[in-house]
T-cell receptor, first 116, second 113 residues
Framework: QQQVKQSPQSLIVQKGGISIINCAYE??????FPWYQQFPGKGPALLIA?????SEKKEGRFTISFNKSAKQFSLHIMDSQPGDSATYFC???????????????FGKGTKLSVIP | NAGVTQTPKFRILKIGQSMTLQCTQD?????MYWYRQDPGMGLKLIYY???????DKGEVPNGYNVSRSTTEDFPLRLELAAPSQTSVYFC????????????FGQGTRLTVV
C-alpha cells in the first residue's frame, strides 16, 4: 500500500519554464510534508516543507501548494534552471503528532531534466 | 562538520555473505534511520532509532538487523545476503524536534551477486 503517490515519474522542462510535481497522500494524520532534492550519487537533501495549516509556502523559486481537503500537495519550480535537474521526492510524516519517530514516508520520485 | 557519514560507499557481496553498513553522525541527533532506495521506488524505511538502546522496525526490515549503542552510531547488519538486497542504502538523522529536517548520508551502493 503506497501512502504517498507522486507524479509524474519524469519531467522535461525548458530553461525558464515552470516545473510542477504533484503528490497525493492517504493518511489524514500526516502533519508535515517536506520535499527532498537528490542529485546523482548524493543523498536527498531537504528543499522546502509545509504544514497542513497553510495552503502555500514559497522559498525563492520553489513553492509548495497544499490542498488539505483533496489530500494533495505540489511543488512548483519557477524559472527552472539546468542546475535544478535532479530527482525530487515528496514525503509525509507524523512530525507534530507526538508519535515520536518523525519517520518519513516517501513518494517514488520525479526525475526532472531542465534543458537549455 | 561531517554530518552523516556512511561507509563503505560501494560493496559487492556474494549470496549468503554478511556485512555491516556503518553510519555515524556528529550532530548529536537523537533520531537515526536506515532507508533503501531502489530505482523508481523511492526510499523505504528499514529500521529507525529514537535514541541509544532503542530501535524499531520500519516498512521493510526483513533480512536486516540494527543496533544503537551510542548516540553517534547506527550500523545496519545484513545477514545471509540475497540478490533482493541489491540497493542503495541511506542513513539519516534528525533532532528530536517537531518538523525538523532529516540529514542524509551519501549512501552505500550494495550489489549482491
Amino acid at each position: 500500500q503506497q501512502q504517498v503517490k507522486q507524479s509524474p515519474q519524469s519531467l522535461i522542462v525548458q530553461k525558464g519554464g515552470i516545473s510542477i510535481i504533484n503528490c497525493a497522500y492517504e493518511n489524514t494524520a500526516f502533519d508535515y510534508f517536506p520535499w527532498y532534492q537528490q542529485f546523482p550519487g548524493k543523498g536527498p537533501a531537504l528543499l522546502i516543507a509545509i504544514r497542513p495549516d497553510v495552503s502555500e509556502k514559497k522559498e525563492g523559486r520553489f513553492t509548495i501548494s497544499f490542498n488539505k481537503s483533496a489530500k494533495q500537495f505540489s511543488l512548483h519550480i519557477m524559472d527552472s534552471q539546468p542546475g535544478d535537474s535532479a530527482t525530487y521526492f515528496c514525503a509525509a510524516s507524523l512530525a507534530y503528532s507526538g508519535a515520536g519517530s518523525y519517520q518519513l514516508t516517501f513518494g517514488k520520485g520525479t526525475k526532472l531534466s531542465v534543458i537549455p | 562538520n561531517a554530518g552523516v557519514t556512511q561507509t563503505p560507499k560501494f560493496r559487492i557481496l556474494k549470496i549468503g555473505q554478511s556485512m555491516t553498513l556503518q553510519c555515524t553522525q556528529d550532530m548529536n541527533h537523537n533520531y537515526m534511520y536506515w532507508y533503501r532506495q531502489d530505482p523508481g521506488m523511492g526510499l523505504k524505511l528499514i529500521y529507525y532509532s529514537v535514541g541509544a538502546g532503542i530501535t524499531d522496525k520500519g516498512e521493510v526490515p526483513n533480512g536486516y538487523n540494527v543496533s544503537r549503542s551510542t548516540t553517534e552510531d547506527f550500523p545496519l547488519r545484513l545477514e545471509l545476503a540475497a540478490p533482493s538486497q541489491t540497493s542503495v542504502y541511506f542513513c539519516a538523522s534528525s533532532y528530536r524536534i517537531e518538523g525538523t529536517e532529516a540529514f542524509f548520508g551519501q549512501g552505500t551502493r550494495l550489489t549482491v551477486v
